[in-house]
């Protein structure tokens, strides 16, 4: 390979692969995107799928805000 081959640095094309997600549970490869987004495949997931939780926090107020 000579100087004129070699390609410059950053213009390789991205990789545009889809990220391989296992379900949680019997860790098989998931396509469907509600399967990916609950990590959970369609035969391991509960009549009715989890909901992403959120977290309430007790927090007292910033000095300066509100």
């Given at each position: 390979?000579?100087?004129d081959e070699v390609?410059?640095?950053g213009t390789q094309p991205l990789d545009t692969g889809v990220r391989l997600v296992r379900?949680?549970?019997c860790h098989r490869e998931l396509?469907?995107?509600e399967s990916r987004l609950y990590a959970l495949g369609p035969g391991?997931?509960?009549p009715t799928p989890p909901t992403p939780r959120g977290?309430?926090?007790e927090q007292d107020?910033?000095?300066g805000v509100g």
């Open positions: 390979m000579t100087f390609p410059l640095p379900c949680s549970r396509s469907d995107a391991c997931r509960h977290w309430d926090v107020q910033l000095p």
